[in-house]
């Protein structure tokens, strides 16, 4: 397996543009993240979809941002519209569920993202 | 609510030297801990769990929960340990873990030669 793919890996966009965020989690994996990292706020958890269904989007930061997963194989992240303060590096993971048992999540390469 | 707090965000020692990474907890049910670690233009992975009680390349960590800490630990660091280093929590319930993790804001170690 390939583990965790995300695309692009770079994106370098204009204030007020759309932006799409794409993942392909490892196959059999029913949990899926994302995750926002910048030097001040370190790794947020932005949403994650248990067998893709959103469970908690409590750390989208605002309506600017979505997220979904029409299949097992597939999410996206958008933000419309972008804006400077969104500029960071975006991480998609996944894992596996198990009662009595504690699987490690999987992080993809992820995508840095760098509005102007 | 869950929350991890690594006090240092940068940490600096040299070859050979012990190093402590430092992680705090709060939790109010049965909390499962890991630390993950991202090298340079690496993707971040699972370096070790609490409940494995293993020690991965040498690093070690503790599960206390008296002092709601789980620091990690290595008696002597080397070079290629440089690295970012998150601390991170999953609740859980039942043994059923809630697969959530929450991380720390991460402390960068460097190991100078």
């Known amino acids: 397996d390939a583990g965790v793919i995300q695309s692009p890996r770079h994106e370098v966009t204009e204030m007020g543009q759309e932006v799409t965020l794409r993942c392909k989690p490892i196959?059999?994996?029913?949990?899926l993240f994302w995750y926002r990292q910048t030097m001040m706020r370190g790794l947020e958890l932005l949403i994650y979809?248990?067998?893709?269904?959103?469970?908690?989007d409590s750390g989208m930061p605002e309506d600017r941002f979505s997220a979904k997963m029409p299949n097992a194989s597939f999410s996206t992240l958008k933000i419309q519209p972008s804006e400077p303060r969104d500029s960071a590096v975006y991480f998609c993971a996944s894992s596996l569920s198990g009662i009595g048992l504690i699987y490690e999540q999987y992080f993809g390469p992820g995508t840095r993202l760098t509005v102007t | 609510a869950q929350r991890v707090t690594q006090p240092e965000k940068l940490l600096s020692v040299f070859k050979g030297a012990p190093v402590e990474l430092k992680c705090n907890y709060s939790y109010s049910g049965s909390p499962e801990l890991f630390w993950y670690v991202q090298y340079s233009r690496q993707r971040l992975q699972l370096l070790l769990r609490?409940?494995s009680r293993e020690s991965i390349k040498g690093f070690t960590a503790d599960l206390n929960k008296g002092e709601t800490s789980f620091h990690l630990k290595k008696p002597f660091a080397q070079e290629e340990d440089s690295a970012m280093y998150y601390c991170a929590l999953s609740g859980s319930a039942g043994g059923t873990s809630y697969g959530k993790l929450t991380f720390g804001q991460g402390t960068i170690l460097t190991v100078h030669p």
């Open positions: 979809f248990n067998n893709n269904v959103p469970i908690d």
């Open positions: 196959s059999g994996h029913d949990y």
């Open positions: 609490h409940i």
